[in-house]
T-cell receptor, first 113, second 113 residues
Framework: AQSVSQHNHHVILSEAASLELGCNYS??????LFWYVQYPGQHLQLLLK??????LVKGIKGFEAEFIKSKFSFNLRKPSVQWSDTAEYFC???????????FGTGTRLLVSP | DGGITQSPKYLFRKEGQNVTLSCEQN?????MYWYRQDPGQGLRLIYY???????QKGDIAEGYSVSREKKESFPLTVTSAQKNPTAFYLC????????????FGEGSRLTVL
């Protein structure tokens, strides 16, 4: 069965620190990859997505993610975090054949000012 | 404003009672989804519907039922057969089934007493 692993459950950073959140998935076929973010008290929303093409994708608020097919990974990065990045981040994978979006367990990021 | 409206936001229920959670969207999206969010487990798919009058079971459909009689509406019933119903329930929609780009509602928190 398709699965998504997020290795960091809680991350605490100071403002201006660099961020990298890991995401690995188990399916070997064609996939669409996503990062969703849930800011405190807000809806879950799309941060960025990868369907095909350039494996380095850029999203909102300075976030980017790199798809490495050989490692089944789609790690999220940001060079310099801000206090407003405090949120829960979810990696998600859709197996284009099954059309189901499978989420990882999420990573809670706390950025201290 | 276009979006997804879930109601109620908070709901308490006694054991043995069925409860129905409402989800309405005015985005003219074809596909709608129900997820359950539990701490440390991410989001798990309960049911999804790609078109009116059709729906499919997700990964944890036991104890739940849905209907899709109108494009805008996808109510979820949590039945008394659901063994652990206390959770946060999220409804989502997508304009194209199978892309993984979901728009989420604010969620409904169900507590069984």
């Amino acid at each position: 069965a398709q699965s998504v692993s997020q290795h960091n459950h809680h991350v605490i950073l100071s403002e201006a620190a660099s961020l990298e959140l890991g995401c690995n998935y188990s399916y070997g076929g064609t996939v669409n990859l996503f990062w969703y973010v849930q800011y405190p008290g807000q809806h879950l929303q799309l941060l960025l997505k990868y369907f095909s093409g350039d494996p380095l994708v850029k999203g909102i608020k300075g976030f980017e993610a790199e798809f490495i097919k050989s490692k089944f990974s789609f790690n999220l990065r940001k060079p310099s975090v801000q206090w407003s990045d405090t949120a829960e981040y979810f990696c998600a994978v859709m197996n284009t054949g099954f059309q189901k979006l499978v989420f990882g367990t999420g990573t809670r990021l706390l950025v201290s000012p | 404003d276009g979006g997804i409206t879930q109601s109620p936001k908070y709901l308490f229920r006694k054991e043995g009672q069925n409860v129905t959670l409402s989800c309405e969207q005015n985005l003219n999206h074809d596909a709608m989804y129900w997820y359950r969010q539990d701490p440390g487990q991410g989001l798990r798919l309960i049911y999804y519907s790609q078109i009116v009058n059709d729906f499919q079971k997700g990964d944890i459909a036991e104890g739940y039922s849905v209907s899709r009689e109108k494009k805008e509406s996808f109510p979820l019933t949590v039945t008394s057969a659901q063994k652990n119903p206390t959770a946060f329930y999220l409804c989502a929609s997508s304009d194209r089934a199978g892309t993984g780009e979901l728009f989420f509602g604010e969620g409904s928190r169900l507590t069984v007493l």
